[in-house]
């Protein structure tokens, strides 16, 4: 039997917590007779809304039958997702159903400066509230299920060392009682795109009811049962369409059943995330909250927590995923909620004590141009009050080196020096990225504030780059609720007894394990990969490519070779900073040149390099953006580039790259890739979730023209 995380170093009061979010995430769900998914279910009478009592602690303000979903939004202490965690066996057997839900979203009124309640209907992840008794996979309406977005987070445990795979086994049944239709290859259309004539099957929206499941920043295998975002997991009760299977991949109605084996010691401990991954439907579901989060632990995390022992201290950990929760994508009739949400909440608190530290986890679980990100706290009014100081340990889920913690290398660039101030300014979370940090209250107690810049959809003018730097008044009014302009992303409230706890030494912090060592620079030429937009001056023209051609699911674009190390020049023909991500292994960041306007800024990162799987591509120069489309375009020189190491190891078969702005990638910015074993083939899947190559004969699909 699978047992609820209770980590007593921050979840003293875990019940409530658990019951509080639960409440406030279902408080408002309804459910369309029109939903109703199979044949049991379909005189089945919507089941009541359920009250849930009120929590004084808390102060949340539910909104059910009775409170009618309207009206401003009271301020909550942040909730932590549900968490779920292995057996005594170190498996975690769990169960998720998909079913569209009409829930109550906080969306900002900038008329009235103020969160208030909207009605949406939402695809929706539900799991057990109780792993004793099994969801009963017959019956959508079962009240066992929990519903939340973001969804339950998975504890898992990794391996002991590189070279075993004796970690958490995570077996889960995915159920998809969306309704059933029969047109998933039919496009949606866009309100300004009619006459594009890009705008086609299979890169258009289309098939929002057929979904799948991706563990992102996990090292496992691309094949199924595992990674696999190949498969189309259709509605109970449809048939099979033109465009809702992969040519390579597997068509299943209502249910599919994952089974990850247990985790090697080479998969990173850290925060990772899953979303839904339909080629299609990937922006929708994202959008309407169909992600959640992974907890990796392993030997980084135990020491932090000794090094916070050694001080008599506790170190306690927050989870804070960032969406955008809407019904309908931009074009589509969304109205593309520009403020994010944290763990479902708008500007929630979190209370810390004076001098306390505390791990902050990131995740950004968005999908639009508007939601990358620059997040840190807002400098102080009065200009005399100490900021929270913030320190950055982890980056996509991989542990810095010791080097780039002291220096802070991300935010301060390769040339910052051990004697150099090492305190940020702001930290970029872009669609996909993690960025776990380590943020120290100030000794002075009061409210501080952590605010966000925003990037804008691309206008009329095809380079405009809009930032709004949210603020918020510091003081009564802020405490109260009110605030001025646009909201905070978070409230810190610094109250209680002060807490002596200090930033880890260089000499403390955790040395990266060997598998994280520098990749060498490999002897043969850079692989090229460029991303493109076309046609950017004007909506009815623009598409998204990959080397000059859009998203072909019929053969493969990319082919690495187990072990083989791959230096790969990444470019972007645009001003949009298209997040490039990789599955199944992540890379290492070499060097960046961005164009400044016509200005070329161009950085050489410096060993030890930091890791990540979701880079934010350079700006190419301002007027080498392509008007029309198809190409010819200017010279890559004047492209936006970044030069990336990669390595894929372990696992072979078929997966992708592509945009994590995902209105791009379903769009046509992705293409497929495969690793193989040195002969050119896949190895044959092995019971650890590798694979062997000694006698593999399985041929991989053709490589495009």
Request: charged fraction near 20%.
């Amino acid at each position: 039997m699978n047992t609820f995380n209770a980590r007593d170093w921050h979840r003293k009061s875990g019940v409530v917590l658990i019951t509080a979010m639960t409440a406030l995430l279902t408080s408002c769900e309804t459910t369309k007779s029109s939903h109703m998914a199979t044949s049991q279910s379909k005189d089945r009478v919507s089941p009541p809304l359920v009250k849930f009592a009120q929590t004084p602690e808390l102060n949340i303000a539910l909104h059910n039958s009775v409170a009618p979903c309207s009206g401003p939004v009271s301020r909550n202490v942040l909730l932590q997702p549900q968490e779920i965690s292995p057996n005594a066996d170190d498996v975690l057997q769990t169960q998720l159903v998909v079913r569209e839900i009409e829930r109550c979203v906080p969306i900002w009124s900038s008329d009235d400066k103020r969160w208030e309640w909207q009605v949406k209907s939402l695809r929706t992840y539900g799991f057990p509230k109780d792993h004793a008794r099994p969801i009963n996979p017959a019956d959508p309406y079962d009240p066992n299920i929990a519903w939340s977005a973001p969804g339950p987070t998975f504890i898992l445990n990794t391996g002991t060392a590189p070279d075993r795979a004796d970690g958490s086994r995570f077996k889960m049944t995915l159920y998809n009682y969306l309704t059933a239709s029969n047109d998933y290859g039919e496009c949606e259309p866009l309100a300004n795109d009619a006459d594009n004539p890009h705008y086609k099957a299979p890169n258009c929206f289309h098939g929002n009811n057929v979904t799948n499941f991706h563990f992102h920043g996990f090292h496992i295998s691309p094949q199924p049962h595992q990674d696999y975002v190949l498969l189309s997991l259709e509605p109970f009760g449809s048939s099979r369409s033109t465009y809702s299977a992969h040519p390579h991949g597997d068509t299943v109605v209502g249910h599919y059943k994952y089974d990850v084996p247990p985790l090697r010691g080479n998969q990173a401990p850290g925060t990772h995330w899953y979303h839904a991954h339909k080629h299609g439907a990937t922006a929708m579901q994202v959008l309407n909250g169909l992600v959640g989060t992974f907890e990796v632990h392993g030997e980084f995390d135990r020491q932090l927590d000794a090094i916070y022992a050694r001080q008599g201290q506790k170190l306690e950990d927050r989870l804070m995923v960032v969406q955008q929760l809407d019904d309908q994508l931009p074009g589509l009739g969304g109205t593309q909620a520009r403020y994010p949400l944290v763990n479902g909440q708008a500007s929630p608190i979190v209370k810390m004590h004076p001098g306390e530290i505390q791990r902050w986890r990131f995740v950004g679980a968005t999908m639009q141009v508007a939601a990358q990100l620059d997040i840190g706290f807002e400098e102080q009014a009065n200009g005399d009050k100490p900021d929270p100081v913030v320190r950055q340990i982890a980056m996509d889920g991989v542990q810095f080196a010791p080097e780039n913690y002291l220096c802070q290398t991300v935010i301060n660039g390769p040339d910052c020096r051990a004697d150099d101030d090492p305190t940020p300014g702001d930290f970029t979370l872009n669609p996909g990225n993690r960025i776990d940090l380590l943020v120290q209250a100030p000794l002075e107690k009061g409210t501080y504030l952590m605010t966000h810049r925003l990037m804008t959809a691309l206008g009329d003018e095809a380079t405009k780059r809009v930032d709004a730097r949210t603020r918020a008044i510091v003081g009564l009014q802020q405490q109260t609720g009110d605030q001025s302009r646009n909201p905070a992303l978070l409230i810190l409230v610094v109250e209680g007894d002060a807490k002596k706890m200090d930033f880890p030494t260089r000499d403390e912090f955790p040395k990266l394990p060997a598998y994280l060592a520098d990749l060498p620079a490999p002897p043969k030429p850079n692989n090229v990969i460029t991303y493109q937009m076309s046609g950017q001056t004007k909506a009815s023209e623009v598409f998204f490519t990959i080397n000059d051609k859009p998203y072909d699911a019929t053969c493969i674009d990319e082919s690495f070779t187990l072990e083989e190390v791959n230096q790969i020049q990444l470019e972007n023909n645009s001003q949009v900073k298209h997040p490039f991500h990789i599955h199944t292994n992540p890379f290492q960041l070499i060097s960046t040149k961005s164009y400044d306007g016509d200005a070329v800024v161009e950085t050489t990162y410096r060993p030890p390099y930091v890791w990540m799987d979701t880079l934010a591509l350079p700006l190419a120069k301002t007027d080498s953006i392509a008007p029309k489309a198809p190409p010819p375009e200017p010279p890559a020189t004047e492209f936006g580039q970044a030069i990336i190491r990669y390595q894929a190891l372990n696992f072979t078969g078929e997966f992708v790259d592509h945009c994590h702005i995902l209105g791009h990638e379903d769009r046509g910015m992705m293409q497929n890739v495969i690793a193989t074993c040195p002969n050119g083939n896949w190895g044959v899947p092995t019971s650890d979730g590798g694979s062997e190559c000694v006698s593999a004969t399985i041929q991989p699909p053709p490589m495009c023209p």
